[in-house]
Structures are given as C-alpha cells and as structure tokens.
C-alpha cells in the first residue's frame, strides 16, 4: 500500500487516539507535578441552624477560598515535583518498615495495600481464565452439533452481563442472609459471613473474575480450535498420541498465539479492578489501585477533591501495566520477528 | 380510534390545568432543580411542579453535580437542594445568591428558625432537620425489663441482655460503612466525648484521650453487631430493623417512616423513637444536627430568581406539609410532629444540645481521613493510638495539598 493511502486510512483513528488518549495522558503527567490551591484566608463566620422551634448561631474561625470581582475561585498552581508521587507511594514510611521487619505495616498504607491485592488478582485469576476458558471451548468442541448452540449461549452469558451489575448480584446473593449464604449456612448448620473478613471477600472476588472474562477466553479458543490442522491431529492419532498428548503438542502450539492475545487483554483490563470493590463495598478490606484514583477524584461534602495524587497514583498504575505487559509483548515480538523469515 | 384518543388527550391536559390550581400563581419562566432523591423532596418538588414550568431532577448524586453545574454562567440549575453539608462548596465558590429581598417579597409564610444565615444574610431556606438518634424495640425491651438507653453503656448493656436472651444474635444496628458512614460515627462520638478535631490553626486534634475514648466505644459495638457490619449502611440498617433481625441502631431520623410501612416492615408500631444516646454522663447526645433545604443560584437572570423562588416557596407551604407530614420533620408551619419525630425533637432539644454537623473545608479533608483510616482499627489490623496518627498523617497530606495547611 502506498504510504499517502495507508495514511488517509490510519490518520481519523490516529486523530482520535491523539485527542482521547494521548492529549488527555499527557495533562495527566503534568497535573501529577502540580498542585492547584484555591487561595484561602480565615475569616470569622456566623452561620445559623435550625434547632426545633429555635435557631442555634455560632461563630467560628473559618478558613475560606478567596473570590476575585467576577466572584470566581482564585488558585495558584505550583510545580511540586514529586511531591504527589511522595504523599502516595510514602517511601519513608515503607523503609522503615523494611527496616523494622513488619512486612504488615507496609500493607496498611493504601498504595502498597491496592498494589498487594491488584498484582496478585491479576496475576491469579489469569491462569484460570485460560484455563476454564480453553475447558470449555475443547467442551463445546465436542459435544454434540444440537448442544452447541444453546450451550455456547448460556456460556456467553456472564460476559453479556455488565461487570457493575455482575458484580452486584454476587454481592446481593452473599451478603447477610443472601440466598447463597443461607444454603451454605443449612449445609454446613455454622453462621457464615462472607462480607465480615478480607479472605472471603476476595475468593468471591476471583470467583466473579473468572465467572465474567473466561467466556471471553471461551469464544476466541473456540474459534482458534475450528482452525486446528485436521491432517496434524490425525497423524498424531496414528502414532498413538492420547487425548492429553493431542492436547499438550498439537493443539496448545496451536492456540499459543491466542493465548497471548488473551493474556495481554487479560492483564490489561484486570490490572484496572474496579467494579468488584464498589460492588462489593470492600472498602475496609480490599481495595485497588483504580479505586484508589477514583477516592483521589471523588469530592467530598465540602468539594475537595485530591487531584494531584488522583494524576500521580493514574500514572503509577499505568507504569504498572506497562511492566505486566512487557513480557508477553516481548515474546509477541520474537514470534513475529521469527514467523517473518 | 383518532376521536378517541384525542379526546383522552384532552381530558389529561385539563386534569393538568386543574392540577394547577394548587399553585397560587401560573409559573411561566422555567424552574430547574437538583437535589437528593428521598422522599421529602419528592414531596416538596411535586408540590412545585403543580405551577408547571418546573423541572425537577432527584439525584442522589446531587452533591457532585451541584458545585460544577451552579458555577456554570448561566447555572444549569434554578434551584438547589442542600444540606448543611453539601451546602459549605457553594458558599465557598460563591454560586449561590443571598436571599434577603426574595424573602421580604414572597417569603411571609416562612417561619423565622427557617432562615439560614451566613455572616447575616439569608443564603438558604430550610424546610426539615435529620439527626441520627436511637430507634429500639419497644416490645423487646418491655418483655426483658430493659429501660430506654441514655448512654452507650446503657445501649451495650440492653445488648447483651437481648443477646443472652437468645432473641437475636446481633441485637445492635450500626451505619459503619467504610467510608463516609463510619467517618459520620466518629464525627458523632469524638464530641460526644468532649474531643475536638482541630486546633485553630487548622491542625488535626483527634489524636487525643478523648480521641482513643470515642475508638473504643465504637469498637464496643463489634461484639452485638452483624459481622458485616463495615459494609452496613442506612438501608442495610433500615431492613434489619425491618426484618427483626436488630432491636437497637442509632439511625437518621428520615429513615423512622420506613419502620411503619405496612409494605415492607414486620414490626409495624414497635420501634420506639428516642434521643441519641450520650458518650457520657452529662454530655450532649452523641449525634450531630442537619438541615436540609433550598438554595437558588447566582448565576440566573433576577426574573428568573424571582420566579425560581416563589415556585420553592409554593413547594414549602403548609398544604404540601399536611399532605406530607411523615415524610420528614419539618420546620414548616402547619407541621404536627407525631411518634416518629419523638426521637428528633428529644435530640434536638436536649440540653447541652449536639451541634450540627460542622462542615467546613477543613471537616470535609477529616472526614475523608476518618473513612479511610478507621476500618483498619476496627478490623484489628491497628492499635487506636495507630490509627489516631494514622488520621492526623492522612488529613495533613489532604489539608496541605488543598492549601489549608502550610
């Protein structure tokens, strides 16, 4: 293809990607090296409440934001270097605790502790989405003609499903005497709460993940496995290959492609956890990087919001996607470097 | 078939028309209001709607919005639904106007303990008060001997009782989701125990006797409480009191209706209404006192402001108070308090009287801190001396970064 139409073909999405991705990266970076302060004095307020039948007033010292004439907010906007970084990662917290060997008090700052439960969630529930994803593509495979179609439905179910509703039923069906609870509670005749410590909460966590993103795995292995060289898996049968040798040297080489693919998305859109902790309200024990931004970002009843640790802690975790993705990205790389020759 | 629904459209305008009838002048300008989704200000933004032009949004997100959509030149909004703690972003930024002239032109039904003054001037008009005050099981205590808690000694004490009784299990209720609704409970204890938050200078004071006193009582209640308790909130607390499953909660007044809702409650006149238990002997109830009401916005033309107001006030009237009279306390005339706002009215009256909820920019930062860092002390990951410092450390970081702290 010539380079003038390649372009005319890329440049809109190139557009786009520059006005929604990059520029909006871009004053991210910088906000995350700034602080903008509304100007504030104190001044003496008297501010009257409603008692029953009588009012109260009080006055107080108050410490409120400075108007221009236009009646606008004034800010100042300071360059802080690394400052947010610092109120986010708090190192000298972390080194300390190294080096009084308490492992657990690094896991108390929130940074660390979001960090903590993000990797190994990702880290975790990826072999699973293969794995019960491939399991029920090689299912499917073969049961009989008639099944598949209603099979591969219900399948794809959970990840029709959005992730914020999803995550909600789980909760509703756990939570107090949710159904599910009350059945494990009749079976087992002990008093279950699934919502009442950490370990629980992020089973039933891993559990959601792998319910939502394995029909994903599912619907790609599925296809992969159409393509599968009818030639190779006959010759293998011929030499007396089982059913696990067929598996392990023909079909896994096979689908290895796809399982990259997978584990690429899959590391990407779980590093960004968020709909399990609101879902969940695990708030007081588990709690993950993306969610850390969005309490960074959410205003209080008075209107702050933590604008400039929101941007440091964004940039932090896209440094870490950035690291996760490295090796399978690398591995992609040699592929296609060695299928060129 | 066209007759006919012709003819139906016909009678549903003149049933509006009618409808308008209600109002005591026909609105002309258009009125937009935000404010919260419970049931009060439906109550009230219908009864604004009977002057048509209104249109009114009831979102639970309101507190978001209000700040960026009243800054915006014209204001997305007319009118505004505050509270005493939502409303401290727009005074801050100046959005909303000062109500003086409005309220000596249309406002002569208002009574004077309505009026919300700010360094003199009227800002906001309120129409009800919520506090958080204890609800309990007036059969149950009966049938165990139990007398109305006045102190959270006493609460614990019926507590045990209940639960040795083998009644329930979890005989207590508390709002002590992570987050806001547990920062709220410390934000009711610390002065009820005599604490404060800050220093003049704007740094935090909770690391304290007073501030460990107010930790441990909260952490007293984990043993009559559901285990999942940090992800319990007002509604949660709600359906177990509804569900028989609690007999004491300190809970906001506006949820007392739902106790009595033949629809979804079994304990239908059974939940007694008493003022919020005290941290200790002498003090004030440990709770803390809200408004809510209706703000109009600056950035509006004056006609505009003028009509916006006269449609609140047509939607704070007496007629709409009588037709609505469980759905909150209100401080509007015509409002006769019945055995649900038994509890409120104690509250609010007692003497020393709790104070009302102290928002400011400052208690804003402390209570995002408080949501953030007294989960780990309830669930015994932290000592609460720990967590005090914790507090203090997190709220620095929030109060130097929104330049209140140097």
Not at chain 1, 7 to 19: G, T, Y
Not at chain 2, 142 to 167: C, F, N, Q, R
Request: proline content about 4%; overall charge negative.
């Amino acid at each position: 293809m010539k380079f003038k139409t390649f372009f005319a073909f890329v440049a809109p999405s190139l557009f786009m990607m520059i006005l929604f991705i990059a520029l909006p990266l871009v004053s991210v970076l910088i906000q995350s090296f700034q602080i903008t302060q509304p100007v504030m004095t104190q001044s003496e307020v008297e501010t009257c409440t409603p008692g029953f039948l009588t009012q109260t007033c009080t006055t107080e010292l108050k410490t409120v934001p400075v108007l221009d004439e236009n009646g606008k907010t004034i800010t100042t906007t300071e360059w802080v270097g690394l400052q947010s970084y610092r109120n986010v990662l708090q190192m000298d917290k972390v080194w300390a605790a190294i080096g009084s060997n308490s492992w657990s008090e690094i896991l108390q700052i929130d940074f660390w502790k979001a960090l903590r439960f993000t990797l190994m969630y990702t880290l975790l529930t990826l072999p699973l989405v293969i794995g019960v994803g491939l399991l029920i593509a090689l299912t499917v495979n073969n049961a009989a003609k008639s099944l598949r179609g209603p099979v591969i439905f219900i399948s794809l179910l959970p990840f029709i499903i959005t992730p914020v509703v999803g995550a909600l039923s789980i909760y509703w069906l756990f939570v107090g005497d949710g159904i599910l609870t009350a059945l494990m509670e009749q079976w087992s005749g002990t008093n279950i709460s699934m919502f009442a410590q950490a370990w629980t909460i992020e089973l039933l966590m891993y559990f959601y993940r792998v319910w939502h993103v394995a029909p994903f795995a599912f619907v790609i292995f599925y296809a992969g496995l159409q393509t599968v060289n009818m030639d190779t898996l006959e010759s293998a049968v011929i030499d007396g290959a089982n059913r696990w040798e067929r598996l392990r040297h023909v079909i896994i080489p096979h689908l290895m492609p796809l399982i990259i693919f997978i584990a690429l998305i899959h590391l990407m859109d779980c590093y960004r956890v968020f709909e399990e902790i609101v879902g969940f309200r695990s708030e007081a024990y588990v709690i993950s990087l993306q969610w850390l931004t969005y309490d960074f970002l959410t205003p209080d009843d008075a209107g702050n919001r933590a604008i400039a640790r929101a941007s440091a802690s964004a940039m932090l975790t896209m440094i870490g996607i950035v690291f996760l993705l490295i090796l399978p990205l690398r591995r992609t790389w040699r592929d296609h470097k060695g299928g060129a020759h | 078939m066209m007759l006919k629904k012709l003819a139906l459209a016909g009678a549903i305008s003149l049933m509006g028309t009618t409808a308008w009838s209600a109002c005591a002048f026909e609105n002309e300008t258009e009125v937009k209001i935000l404010s919260a989704g419970f049931e009060a200000w439906k109550a009230v933004t219908d009864a604004m709607a009977e002057c048509g032009n209104v249109q009114a949004e009831l979102d639970q997100e309101f507190r978001t919005k209000q700040p960026a959509a009243f800054e915006a030149n014209p204001s997305l909004y007319h009118l505004g639904g505050v509270s005493n703690g939502t409303v401290t972003p727009l005074l801050n930024a100046g959005t909303i106007r000062p109500l003086d002239d409005l309220v000596e032109k249309y406002g002569q039904n208002l009574q004077p303990n309505q009026l919300i003054r700010v360094n003199g001037q009227i800002m906001a008009i309120a129409m009800m008060v919520n506090t958080q005050h204890l609800m309990y099981r007036q059969d149950v205590f009966e049938e165990l001997g139990i007398d109305e808690p006045k102190t959270w000694d006493d609460v614990y004490a019926a507590a045990a009782k209940i639960k040795e009784s083998g009644k329930m299990d979890t005989p207590l209720g508390a709002t002590m989701k992570s987050g806001w609704n547990l920062a709220q409970e410390m934000v009711n204890m610390l002065p009820g125990h005599g604490g404060k938050f800050f220093n003049d200078d704007n740094t935090p004071a909770v690391n304290s006797a007073e501030g460990v006193a107010a930790l441990e009582t909260l952490k007293a209640a984990l043993e009559y409480t559901d285990p999942e308790v940090l992800v319990s909130d007002s509604t949660y607390v709600q359906q177990q009191f509804q569900q028989e499953k609690i007999a004491i909660a300190n809970l906001w007044a506006s949820r007392a209706g739902a106790m009595n809702d033949e629809a979804e409650s079994a304990v239908v006149g059974k939940v007694k209404m008493a003022a919020a238990p005290m941290a200790m002997e002498g003090g004030a109830p440990a709770t803390t006192l809200w408004w809510d009401g209706i703000v109009v916005a600056k950035n509006i033309t004056d006609e505009e402001a003028d009509a916006a107001f006269r449609v609140a006030m047509e939607g704070l009237d007496e007629e709409m108070v009588k037709a609505n009279n469980g759905a909150a306390i209100w401080l509007i005339k015509g409002y006769a308090p019945g055995p649900l706002a038994e509890g409120a009215i104690a509250t609010a009256t007692a003497n020393p009287a709790p104070p009302a909820y102290p928002s400011t920019t400052r208690m804003g930062l402390m209570h995002t801190a408080l949501g953030n860092e007294l989960p780990a002390f309830l669930t015994g990951e932290r000592d609460a001396q720990a967590t005090l410092v914790a507090i203090e450390e997190s709220y620095t970081t929030a109060a130097k970064e929104a330049g209140i702290l140097n």
